[in-house]
């Protein structure tokens, strides 16, 4: 998170003064997270996927490449428990979403080849996404016991266009951090030529909450890629009401012959770290979406 999106807890004794003032109970038996205003936020940070796993996600998904970490069992997920609204994400959902966009793969340097290979002279063929970018911006659900009695209404969510827009401004302000975490879902160096990493951060205040999901690419000397979707609720009055949430999603590119042109560093190793230059990426997609449920009977 950037532009004061970033932060952490604060001490001990402090943030648990926080927590009893807004009301804010912690989960319990060690899980990391908390039920507030009628939502209960939990992050699920687990170990990579073991190989009988990965065998089967392989199957799942009908391909033999897969990112080098992947951290099949993490997710993060905020359910609003009147309305049943359920945001979860996850690698499996996100690599799904890299499967079905199937992007044309990302021309390496002939002299830097050689890293993906697996054994020594193997001729190498990449004809496939090996970036795994993913246009993945979360999964929703609709989930409570007030729809499973409802056996003859369906559910659906669905995203809006909008002009409304997440005030960054007031999220840099100084309200205490209740809730604070990371999670990773997959990473790959390929093959030592770049970073391809998707994480979910979450805050959570006495007033809302507020996440940024991030895709991060780089393929030293070829290319940059960013997709970010943040999203932000503010907690109102009524915590039966219907929540109101709002997704923010933009998509930046360029190639190193782009920003070098523009007179910015050709090192790879300027670009280490996506919130110091995203700004310098040209945006080539960008959306306000609000959620929207809706209802009707199931044939």
Known sequence: MENG?????????????????????????????????????EARNR???????????????GTTHMPEMIFGESSLVLQH??????????????LKGWKEES?????????????????????????????????????????SDATKELSKVGTCLHWEDCDERIDLVALASKE?????????????????????????KVRVMPTCWFLLLRFWLRVDGVL???????????????????????????????????LTARGFPSDCAAYSDPNLISQRLPVINQKTQRLKISWGKVH
């Open 47 to 61: 170990p990579i996927l073991s190989s009988l796993a990965l065998q089967q996600w392989e199957q799942k998904l």
């Open 81 to 94: 428990i009147k309305s049943g609204i359920k945001l979860h994400f996850n690698a499996f959902d996100a």
């Open 5 to 41: 999106e970033e932060a952490g807890t604060g001490g001990g004794d402090e943030q648990g003064l926080d927590l009893r003032a807004s009301g804010a109970e912690v989960l319990p038996d060690g899980r990391s997270g908390l039920r507030l205003k009628g939502w209960h936020i």
């Open 176 to 200: 205490p951090i209740l809730f604070y975490n990371e999670v990773i879902l997959y990473e790959d160096e390929l093959s030592d030529n770049g970073v391809s990493l998707l994480t979910v």
């Open 224 to 258: 940059m890629r960013l997709r970010d979707t943040r999203m932000y609720c503010s907690f109102g009055d009524d915590h039966n009401a219907r929540p109101v949430i709002l997704r923010e999603i933009c998509w930046r590119e360029a190639t190193f012959n782009d």
């Open 103 to 143: 992007l044309p793969p990302v021309e390496v340097p002939a002299a830097a080849k050689w890293k993906f290979r697996s054994k020594p002279f193997e001729q190498v063929i990449l004809d496939y996404d090996y970036t795994f970018t993913t246009p993945y911006c979360g999964s929703e659900i609709v989930e």
